[in-house]
């Protein structure tokens, strides 16, 4: 029977934010093929989670460290904190293939000590990237320091990657970059693990329109800022904002508006009935990396679903949503979407490309090969 070291940057239970999505998901789908996975989780936020131990044989837990004293390091803060003795000692103990969720994870990489060893590099995005994004859209100016700073130890460190044994990618866009960064090395597409299986949508009309996100993030509560302050029309229908801890400044900003309102804080089940009933799901990002799971999430479950190009690059989902570049197209959008009914010929037409390109099944059979044939 085949075992697996997984580590993960976060406890990945509740599943309820992009990256711990995946890394659950897959957790689950592996068990469910067979896999005797050994998950080693960093602490620093959340607490232990007894689900876990459904599907792993081992669960590990170790501190993150953060403060200053995690910054003051040539290596980025997100790797720096995320290094410890009885982590590597606990991969010593066996020769199992290792799985390291996210750049975050790779401080130990290129420890000699894991020479031989069948080590996964699991991209989650390309993360010099997405933190000079950060950077641009942060309006703090310590914190605007920090992710610029962030942004450049995290290009230096990249080349950790050339001691990965085979890199796995969730966008297209990705794959090509990482495959021209690092020539020769073995690079493969794998979408992101989701929750979802089967397409699960209501037809007709819905009354609202749902942005959804880690508001916590900036670069989700500047979507949101985005859609509040350029977007929405008092002539409109209501736009609900759901999603984890929004800063006071955002939630200030819709009270202006008598048509938009706040869900903080949502659990899943009712995070996946906002997205569910909603007419039109909203997904703006200014960040063209990765796979954004929320994008699935509203394919599998939401009608209509309005985007702009930077949140479907490097997938193949952009035929099945509604395009809009800049404020002035959102607005003609808005309005002729509510006028339509979400009908079976469109339920059918999702189903015919998600089902196929991003199944848990079919993807886990394609990490399967690749831990197996190696």
């Not at 904190?81 to 996210?102: C, K």
């Not at 200014?286 to 994008?295: D, E, N, S, V, Y």
């Not at 479907?312 to 959008?333: H, P, R, S, W, Y």
Request: aromatic letters at 12%.
């Amino acid at each position: 029977m085949l075992s697996l070291h997984i580590i993960s940057f976060d406890i990945p239970w509740p599943a309820n934010y992009g990256g711990v999505i995946d890394v659950f998901y897959k957790i689950r789908a592996l068990h469910t093929a067979g896999v005797r996975i050994h998950l080693h989780c960093f602490e620093y936020h959340r607490t232990p989670a007894p689900e876990l131990e459904k599907y792993c044989v081992t669960v590990h837990y170790y501190p993150r460290k953060t403060g200053l004293t995690a910054n003051l390091t040539l290596k980025p803060y997100i790797v720096a904190g995320r290094r410890s003795d009885e982590l590597i000692e606990n991969l010593l103990h066996d020769d199992f293939p290792i799985l390291f969720e996210g750049l975050h994870t790779c401080g130990f990489l290129n420890d000699p000590r894991l020479h031989g060893r069948f080590l996964i590099y699991r991209e989650s995005n390309i993360e010099h990237h997405y933190y000079y994004h950060l950077f641009k859209a942060e309006k703090n100016l310590a914190k605007k320091a920090f992710f610029l700073a962030e942004s450049l130890r995290l290009k230096s460190f990249q080349k950790v990657l050339s001691h990965a044994s085979v890199m796995l990618t969730v966008s297209r866009e990705d794959t090509a970059y990482l495959a021209a960064r690092f020539p020769g090395k073995r690079v493969v597409y794998l979408p992101s693990f989701h929750r979802h299986e089967k397409v699960d949508i209501v037809t007709g009309k819905g009354k609202y329109a749902l942005y959804h996100g880690k508001l916590s993030v900036a670069e989700n509560s500047v979507a949101a800022r985005f859609l509040i302050t350029r977007v929405w029309q008092d002539s409109f229908p209501e736009l609900v904002i759901a999603g984890l801890d929004p800063p006071g400044w955002l939630i200030k900003l819709a009270e202006k508006h008598q048509n938009i309102r706040f869900v903080i804080n949502p659990s899943d089940e009712s995070m996946f009935g906002l997205i569910r009933e909603a007419h039109v799901n909203i997904m703006v990002t200014f960040q063209p990396t990765g796979l954004k799971l929320k994008l699935l999430n509203a394919l599998f479950n939401g009608r209509f679903c309005l985007v702009n190009p930077q949140m479907v690059a490097g997938t193949t989902l952009g035929e099945l949503c509604i395009q809009a570049t800049g404020a002035d197209e959102f607005k003609e959008q808005i309005p002729r979407l509510f006028n339509q009914d979400f009908t079976e010929s469109l339920i059918n037409e999702r189903e015919s490309i998600v089902e196929k390109n991003y199944s848990n099944q079919i993807n886990c059979k394609l990490l399967m090969e690749i831990l197996t044939l190696r």
